[in-house]
T-cell receptor, first 116, second 115 residues
Framework: AQKVTQAQTEISVVEKEDVTLDCVYE???????LFWYKQPPSGELVFLIR??????QNEISGRYSWNFQKSTSSFNFTITASQVVDSAVYFC?????????????FGKGTHLIIQP | DGGITQSPKYLFRKEGQNVTLSCEQN?????MYWYRQDPGQGLRLIYY???????QKGDIAEGYSVSREKKESFPLTVTSAQKNPTAFYLC??????????????FGSGTQLSVL
């Protein structure tokens, strides 16, 4: 069975601080996909990134970066120089080898609060 | 602008009552999904449909029903059999019949509460 653990229920930091959101996953598949989504106060989830299990290269997109480590089954998300607009709930998700949306397993989410 | 519209934003249900949540998309997406979100919990899949007139149960389908008579619409009915319906319900859609997690577009959700 697949499982995604986001141990941090809520994180509060002051604007401009760096913050890392942790994600640990469990799967028996050798091929799988990992995702991060952002849920702002408006409610809809917004896709941020997908990572394939066979690609451990870290990725940077502006202030966002992701660290994928198969050895520790982790896919952590770092926001550098955080801004108030980054305040949201962030979900990590795992999909099996098909990569289909019907096979997504979500973590419980981390509520990130950026204080001005 | 293309997108997914969920209505109403807030909905109240009386004991023993069925209620229907609306989800409409004008993205010409083939697949549509309903998720349930409880406070401090991740999203759980209720039902999904990859093509008109066909749908499949997700992980927590008991107490819910759906229909897919039109490509644009995928309403969810919360029946009286659902004993704990209070939750935030999210509708999503994606391209193709073999969608991937990165192709999911979400609506802004409906908060259902029991009176």
């Amino acid at each position: 069975a697949q499982k995604v653990t986001q141990a941090q229920t809520e994180i509060s930091v002051v604007e401009k601080e760096d913050v890392t959101l942790d994600c640990v996953y469990e799967t028996r598949d050798t091929t799988y996909y990992l995702f991060w989504y952002k849920q702002p106060p408006s409610g809809e989830l917004v896709f941020l990134i997908r990572r394939n299990s066979f690609d451990e290269q870290n990725e940077i997109s502006g202030r966002y970066s992701w660290n994928f480590q198969k050895s520790t089954s982790s896919f952590n998300f770092t926001i550098t120089a955080s801004q108030v607009v980054d305040s949201a709930v962030y979900f990590c998700a795992l999909s099996d080898s098909g990569g289909g949306a019907d096979g997504l397993t979500f973590g419980k989410g981390t509520h990130l609060i950026i204080q001005p | 602008d293309g997108g997914i519209t969920q209505s109403p934003k807030y909905l109240f249900r009386k004991e023993g009552q069925n209620v229907t949540l609306s989800c409409e998309q004008n993205l010409n997406h083939d697949a549509m999904y309903w998720y349930r979100q409880d406070p401090g919990q991740g999203l759980r899949l209720i039902y999904y449909s990859q093509i008109v007139n066909d749908f499949q149960k997700g992980d927590i389908a008991e107490g819910y029903s759906v229909s897919r008579e039109k490509k644009e619409s995928f309403p969810l009915t919360v029946t009286s059999a659902q004993k704990n319906p209070t939750a935030f319900y999210l509708c999503a859609s994606s391209r193709g019949t073999a969608p991937r997690g990165e192709n999911l577009f979400f609506g802004s959700g409906t908060q259902l509460s029991v009176l």
